[in-house]
């Protein structure tokens, strides 16, 4: 399984783009990257997922590079809310998925 | 409607009891996991259920028993509560057994005395 590498902790203010970087080295062909969220007292959240380039949806953007050995999850102008763990997956789609979450990355938006 | 519901939220035992965290998911998916949150907050898979077939079975103790009577729901049972099983235990379902997007249940807080 392909491990990933993601800060511990970013700060931000409120209204800011934040880009919370995935390092995944020996990511496989058929590997897909994928981003949870976590708020306390929950289970965690699907936000996006990409296999390269660029994926947009309403809620972040995903930037994967050509040899795909991190991904970028955007989040545009954030705000209190968005106070959470984030965390990076890598998921092979040719075996039965283990779906296995890292330590994750708290994000604390402030005024 | 909540899509992936799991009772007891909260469950506070003695060391050396049997007890059971019941999940059920009304999405229609056929894959339902068991995850462990610990309190590093590290989620690791348990179990994994297809169509009420285990799939994933990670390395953990026989003294938890993942039991699916139907693929709408995934029951942990847990003999001989010891103090490291205390934790917060996510049930989760995904549609196929490929994961894609998982969506889980608020978890049950488990606290072994």
């Known amino acids: 399984l392909a491990k990933t590498t993601q800060p511990i902790s970013m700060d931000s203010y409120e209204g800011q783009e934040v880009n919370i970087t995935c390092s995944h080295n020996?990511?496989?062909?058929?590997?897909?990257i994928t981003w949870y969220q976590q708020f306390p007292s929950q289970g965690p959240r699907f936000i996006i997922q990409g296999y390269k380039t660029k994926v947009t949806n309403e809620v972040a953007s995903l930037f994967i590079p050509a040899d795909r050995k991190s991904s970028t999850l955007s989040l545009p102008r954030v705000s209190l809310s968005d106070t959470a763990v984030y965390y990076c997956?890598?998921?092979?789609?040719?075996?039965?998925?283990?779906?296995?979450f890292g330590t994750g990355t708290r994000l604390q938006v402030t005024l | 409607d909540t899509a992936v519901s799991q009772t007891p939220k909260y469950l506070v035992t003695q060391m050396g009891n049997d007890k059971s965290i019941k999940c059920e998911q009304n999405?229609?998916?056929?894959?339902m996991y068991w995850y462990k949150q610990d309190s590093k907050k590290f989620l690791k898979i348990m179990f994994s259920y297809n169509n009420k077939e285990l799939i994933i079975n990670e390395t953990v103790p026989n003294r938890f028993s993942p039991k699916s009577p139907d693929k709408a729901h995934l029951n942990l049972h847990i003999n001989s509560l010891e103090l490291g099983d205390s934790a917060v235990y996510f049930c989760?379902?995904?549609?196929?057994?490929?994961?894609?997007?998982?969506?889980f249940g608020e978890g049950s807080r488990l606290t072994v005395l």
């Open positions: 020996n990511i496989a062909t058929n590997d897909y």
């Open positions: 997956l890598v998921e092979n789609t040719g075996t039965a998925s283990k779906l296995t």
């Open positions: 989760a379902s995904s549609q196929g057994r490929l994961a894609g997007e998982l969506f």
């Open positions: 999405l229609g998916h056929d894959t």
